[in-house]
Nanobody
Framework: QVQLVESGGGVVQVGDSLRLTCAAS????????GAWFRQAPGKEREFVAT??????DYKESVKGRFTISRDYAKNAVLLEMNSLEPEDTAAYYC?????????????????WGRGTQVTVST
């Protein structure tokens, strides 16, 4: 089972950018579907973005602002976040799966990181 570790979170101002990194060990990340989810206090964990071998998909509210990509040299999946808004404040979690499923669903993923906090202040 691949192990995932997120990094890159922090406290930023509205309109700023952040890059999150999800580094994998115990397996080659490019052999897995990778995804980012987020969870705000008191809310359920929600889908943000996913990447397969050739396709990406995004939550509607982050389209045009967030970009998910792979860093093959680092065996990682990245999430570039631009034009951050207060509504983007949450703990961000990386996930991976090698199985077919609904890639927007938490249940589709078998491997999870511990999360990294993103706080967007006004």
């Amino acid at each position: 089972q691949v192990q995932l570790v997120e990094s890159g979170g922090g406290v930023v101002q509205v309109g700023d950018s952040l890059r999150l990194t999800c580094a994998a060990s115990g397996g080659t990340f490019s052999n897995y579907i990778g995804a980012w989810f987020r969870q705000a206090p008191g809310k359920e964990r929600e889908f943000v973005a996913t990447i397969s071998r050739s396709l990406t998909d995004y939550k509607e509210s982050v389209k045009g602002r967030f970009t998910i990509s792979r860093d093959y040299a680092k065996n990682a999946v990245l999430l570039e976040m631009n034009s951050l808004e207060p509504e983007d404040t949450a703990a961000y979690y990386c996930a991976a799966t090698d199985q077919l499923g609904d890639y927007r669903s938490v249940q589709a993923y078998s491997a999870w990181g511990r999360g990294t906090q993103v706080t967007v202040s006004t």
